[in-house]
């Protein structure tokens, strides 16, 4: 079971023993872990956090976030301060793209169901694509939701949607039981900005991401791919051929073993036409 609410800022997704939460804008996220721990504890007795991913792409004007969210290192300050044997770690390289992780990587009970996330970060996109993510453009989410394909990147998924005015758009899709897909979209030209994520089981995510792409014409975009030995999303399938992406070329590839999963990085630019 998953449920899914699509909040004014951000996205929610509580399933059975992991809340995600995914925010934007000037939202002060880490002063949420304290009372959510609380409530876990006090409304279903959880009171051991065996994980946490809390991750951002490098931010476009950090100086206008509220402290501690204006440096990562600040950000690792405070999360070392809420959790024992949190490790932090920066993929992509770090005078141009890159992506922030802190993680707990302790050994937990063994973790016997399959999981795996992936999550596209998609800057620089097409203005055209990007209007019809206005109001100006479109009157409702549902029909942004339909003409532009959203509606269809799985079957029989149930959406909730929301277009902000004058512009932006957030959807939430659930699908078989406990699977979410969730797109945020920042249509701005000076700072667009799309996130697509997903814990879809497929083997390899080449069609999904391809799907994802066509909608949205990012100029540059950012993969990670995490997976546990019981998923059956191939991480090794990551940096073959089936990972080539026309139009774009591929700028920089790692992997990080963790004690409980595997992460593949990936980032690709439009190449010169
Ligand atoms: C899609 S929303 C939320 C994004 C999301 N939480 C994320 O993770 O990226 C962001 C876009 O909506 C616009 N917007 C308009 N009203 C908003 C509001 N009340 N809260 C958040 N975004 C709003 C912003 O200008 C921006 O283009």
Known sequence: MVDSYVLSESSMFVLKH????????????????????ELADKHCGFNKVQDIFYSH?????????????K??????????????????YCLGKVNSDCWYLYTLNQFCDPILVPDQTLEVLMTKLDPEVMKMF?????????????????????????????????CGYSMNGVFDEDKYMTIHVTPEDEFSYVSFETNASERCYKRMIGDVLQIFHPGKFILTVFANKHSVADISCTTHTEYKFSNYR????????????????????????
């Open 18 to 37: 992991r809340l995600i939460l995914k925010t934007c804008g000037r939202t002060t996220l880490l002063d949420a872990i304290k009372p959510l721990r």
């Open 57 to 69: 792409k490098n931010l476009m004007r950090p100086h206008m976030q509220e402290e501690p969210h």
């Open 71 to 88: 440096c990562f290192a600040k950000e690792v300050e405070i999360l070392d301060e809420l959790f024992d044997n949190g490790e932090a």
């Open 134 to 166: 206005t109001c100006e453009e479109s009157s409702t989410a549902r029909e942004i939701t339909e003409k532009t394909g959203i509606g269809m990147l799985w079957p029989n998924m149930k959406i909730d949607d929301f277009l902000f005015d004058p």
């Open 250 to 273: 591929k700028d920089a590839a790692q992997h990080v073993h963790f004690e409980n999963y595997d992460l593949r990085y990936l980032s690709f630019q439009k190449a010169p036409s």
